[in-house]
């Protein structure tokens, strides 16, 4: 065994979660990650594992990640347990080892929720909340025609709520950390950000319904103010978006 | 074969306009009889594959991602252009043409250009009429900031997520079209080949990407969206899976690919720390707006920053610079910053770094409004360094970031193979040899909400190709040629792993194409690249099966693409024996080491055409005419 190299460098015990196709069955797998610089982030130390494991002639561990920035939503993993890992606001890919100590035991799992079929290792199906954006997600208008850009002012603190709102990265770590699975947290930031601004207004309702319609059709579960969602969310988006869509929910459901 | 870059006659302020009046129409009903493939979702191929199903069009939509919304563009931070002139300031779509010109050092297309700055306002209202939540005023009118080399403020933002916040507009137009059954989407696709037929894009083969088969899709035409090269110097601020084998794919396939060696280098990003790093963040360019670069007076100063006095620092942008001062273009920041530590004076413990320093701008305007214009840059800086920028300096080096060369594309956006057309980063037209902050976003959105609708209706009406099946012999063919080479990638088993490769090929281009460039070094370099390509083919390791969600297979086509496309790229850098823009030969500068150009023998783009495996591509120039600017040495004094 390697010896931690000073303080810069520490050595880790994982445990991570197998699963070669979608059909469910997996188990945990030990590997060794070793001296492993406090300054790698989280997925640069499974690149170093992986790049081991291919040497050893066996299938490297799988995982989804793409801007390694914390803005693309690619990557994330239950570790030890908490979504993207122990940090707050934090995505997994910009995780740093410095939040870990030498010797370790890191489990490292996908997101677990019915909505969410893992495809494999860590890699997980989240077509879902790509569905729940497609039943209404968006303002109708087609491009060409538009008016001026300051036709319509937008006060700058409903402006800046909108952006709050609309920071979300579809990551689905909120549905992963809730014991509902439910995806209140991403579809109401959605919503929030339309109902929010001005040019959002004329379909609020129907895009309310059919967003709120649609995540129960695809199996996610309901709120019942656990508020994992907002703890775990790596873009600290707060679960008033949540209330907000309730109450468009109910204006919408209530008015003729 | 001749290229014509079909640039319409008259006035440059009326070319778009005739133009499109001249371009012939499909006739509505006759839309849905058209089948268009777009591979890519980024904001050029998210936005045209919304826009042409709008117009009735069916649309089959491709990405490697799971989501079309984690497309590379997702990461743009710093803001889009736009000649609004809402500051009143002075700008105007003649200014912002007039600075995209001269940013991009004379070697772009005066018609391309001044289109670009023309349809620039048209995106901005687009875009809020979606409901991007761009950054407002008090008073609610769309806020503006300076960005990198332009003296108006013209650029607009959502924080510092700008890219973000204009993907996910698109995104959601795309996602109403699949809602409306107007556009098939197939993620977690690879492009491997483009299928033609008849002298004609008429589809491509696709990996998919989860269970590793192999799938045909036939069209009408087929528009590439795919992306800049950056991931061929391995470390990037690009994300992982950008890469050059879409585009190379279609040069092999006769698309003439321009400019290579025509590659951004940005100023502020993250310093490398190590061997593991994977890839390089950047810190938006409008921290310069407030941010001072400075580096220690002597060389080998190893004090920390805190301790080095006002007297004893280097501000060297400012004193060098004094017109454009922190602000000028990316190229001259950058080789700046290597100067800087080439004279010894880099610091951090690497010494390739320099300061950027916000102690002023927090002294001036308090923490409250520099957390709100760059709050998220400093904690993912933070985040990723463990310093405190608000407390001491960021550290910054320029890292590779943008490619202005791309495939060779004439103004209605087709490259030489007819039917086949390219958007945004993957093609060469708008930005010369160097390109302005916040006007990649531009181009993308331009060239997929305003450009492709018109002009692939003219190729489609004039055309009007027959339908083809996915058994035709062509793409059979191609479906074995794919298969064999993934096949060959796994059989090799060696001892090398790709990022290994991919690493080393990385580091010949840095060192010997990047930032400055030599003859003895590019010809050196040449010679690397073929070796290591050679070793690849019966060294590399992949490892796992090709019917399998294989990540290193997805990986290992890329480098393989890479190893050959960077001959061609420094094949191209070797042939412009000038300086202009980002490209910096080291042979041809002012006394002041700024890129010194030669218009007698280099006003041209450089278009390669693919002529097999064993011999050199063959160059055709097109030549560049500039009848409304005059040609200037670039000075940001
Ligand atoms: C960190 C960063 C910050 C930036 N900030 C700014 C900024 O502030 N302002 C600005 O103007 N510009 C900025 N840029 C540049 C700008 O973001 C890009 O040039 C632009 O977004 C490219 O858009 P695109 O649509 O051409 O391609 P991309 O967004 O790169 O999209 C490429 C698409 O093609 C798909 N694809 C690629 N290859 C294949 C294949 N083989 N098969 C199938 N699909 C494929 C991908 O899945 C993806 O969907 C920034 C760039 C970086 C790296
Ligand atoms: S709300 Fe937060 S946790 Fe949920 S998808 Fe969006 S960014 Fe991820
Ligand atoms: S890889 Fe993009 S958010 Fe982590």
Not at chain 2, 575 to 581: A, I, L
């Amino acid at each position: 065994m390697t010896k931690a190299n000073g303080e810069k460098c520490i050595n880790l015990k994982l445990k991570v979660w197998r699963q070669k196709t979608k059909d469910p069955k997996g188990r945990l797998e030990s590997f060794k990650a070793e001296n492993i610089s406090k300054d790698m982030s989280f997925l640069e130390m499974l690149d170093v594992v992986n790049e081991e494991i291919i040497h050893s002639g066996k299938d490297p561990i799988a995982f989804d990640h793409d801007c390694r920035e914390g803005i693309c939503g690619s990557c994330g993993a239950m570790v030890n347990g908490r979504a993207h890992g122990p940090e707050k606001g934090t995505t997994l890919c910009q995780l740093h080892m410095r939040h870990f100590s030498n010797g370790d035991t890191v489990v490292i799992e996908p997101w677990r929720s019915r909505a969410f079929k893992v495809v494999k290792d860590l890699v997980v199906d989240r077509s879902a909340f790509d569905k729940i954006i497609q039943a209404g997600g968006y303002i109708s208008v087609n491009t060409g025609g538009a008016p001026d850009g300051n036709a319509i002012p937008v006060p700058q603190e409903v402006a800046e709520k909108a952006m709050d709102a609309a920071e979300c990265i579809g990551c689905g770590a909120c549905a992963a950390a809730c014991p509902n699975a439910s995806a209140m947290l991403f579809t109401g930031a959605k919503i929030s950000q339309f109902a929010l601004l001005p040019q959002g207004h004329p379909e609020t309702k129907k895009r309310v319904l059919a967003m709120v319609g649609k995540m129960d059709e695809l199996g996610f579960g309901n709120c019942t103010n656990e508020r994992e969602c907002e703890a775990e969310c790596p873009k600290e988006i707060s679960i008033i978006n949540i209330a907000r869509m309730n109450r468009e929910f109910i204006k919408s459901a209530i008015s003729p | 074969m001749k290229l014509d870059s079909k640039i319409p006659d008259g006035p440059l302020s009326e070319k778009w306009d005739k133009h499109r009046f001249e371009l012939d129409l499909v006739n509505p009903a006759n839309k849905k009889k058209f089948e268009i493939i777009v591979v890519g979702t980024g904001l050029a191929g998210a936005s045209a594959s919304a826009t042409l199903a709008e117009l009735g069009y069916e649309v089959k939509t491709f990405c490697i991602q799971d989501s079309p919304r984690r497309a590379h563009s997702i990461a743009a931070q710093g803001g889009i252009n736009a000649a609004k002139n809402y500051q009143n300031d002075g700008d105007s779509i003649w200014r912002l043409f007039y600075d995209t010109i001269k940013g991009g050092d004379f070697r772009s297309r005066e018609a391309n250009v001044y289109r670009l700055a023309q349809v620039s306002n048209s995106i901005i209202d687009q875009c809020v009429a979606q409901g991007v939540p761009f950054a407002r005023e008090y008073g609610g009118q769309l806020a503006n900031r300076s960005f990198g080399g332009a003296q108006v403020s013209r650029t607009f933002y959502a924080r510092g997520q700008t890219g973000q916040q204009l993907l996910l507009g698109a995104y959601g137009a795309l996602s109403r079209q699949i809602a409306a059954e107007k556009v098939r989407l197939f993620t977690r696709r690879d492009m491997l080949d483009l299928m033609v037929i008849d002298g004609k894009a008429r589809g491509i083969i696709v990996r998919n990407l989860i269970s590793g088969n192999l799938e045909k899709h036939s069209a009408d035409a087929v528009i590439l969206a795919t992306g800049g090269y950056g991931n061929v110097f391995y470390l990037s601020t690009n994300s992982m899976a950008s890469n050059v084998s879409a585009a190379f794919a279609a040069y092999k396939k006769g698309a003439f690919f321009a400019n290579p060696c025509f590659t951004q280098i940005h100023p502020t990003c993250i310093p490398v720390k190590g061997s593991y790093q994977s890839k390089l963040t950047l810190m938006s360019e409008s921290l310069r707006n407030d941010g001072r670069v400075w580096v220690p007076k002597t060389p080998g100063d190893r004090r920390s920053p805190g301790d080095i006095k006002e007297s004893e620092r280097d501000y060297y942008l400012e004193k060098k610079y004094p017109g454009f001062g922190n602000l000028v273009p990316r190229d001259v920041a950058s080789r700046n910053a290597k100067l800087q530590c080439d004279m010894g004076k880099g610091v951090g413990d690497t010494k390739l770094a320099v300061y950027l320093d916000f102690k002023d701008a927090l002294k001036r305007d308090g923490q409250d409004i520099i957390a709100r214009k760059y709050g998220n840059l400093f904690e993912m800086y933070e985040k990723i360094t463990a310093d405190n920028p608000y407390k001491t300096p960021m550290k910054i080096y320029p890292a590779v970031h943008y490619t202005m060369g791309g495939l060779w594309v004439d103004y209605n956006l087709m490259s030489t193979i007819p039917g086949l057309f390219v958007l945004g980063e993957a093609n060469f037209s708008d930005h010369g040899s160097n390109r302005l902050g916040a006007s990649a976003l531009m181009q993308g959105l331009a060239d997929g909400y305003f450009i492709i609708p018109y002009t692939i209706g003219s190729y489609l009406a004039e055309a009007s190709p027959e339908k083809i099946a996915v058994d035709h012999k062509e793409f059979n063919i191609s479906y074995l040629n794919a298969e064999a080479r993934i096949k060959k990638l796994i059989s090799i088993k060696g001892k090398r792993t790709v990022d290994n490769f991919q690493r080393e090929l990385g580091s010949i281009l840095w060192e010997n194409c990047g930032m400055s460039r030599k003859n003895t070094n590019l010809r050196k370099a040449k010679k690397l690249i073929k070796e290591l390509r050679a070793e690849y083919w019966e060294n590399v390791l992949v490892g796992g099966s090709e019917k399998d969600f294989n990540q290193r297979l997805e990986k290992a086509w890329r480098v393989a693409d890479f190893l050959e496309f960077s001959e061609l790229m420094v094949t191209d850098t070797l042939e412009r024996q000038e300086s202009c823009g980002g490209h910096f030969n080291e042979d041809y500068q002012t006394d002041e080491n700024e890129a010194l150009r030669d218009d007698k023998l280099f006003c041209h783009v450089s278009a390669w055409e693919f002529q097999g495996n064993r011999r050199k591509p063959k160059l055709h120039k097109e030549s560049l005419k500039f009848e409304n600017v005059e040609l200037t040495q670039r000075s940001y004094k």
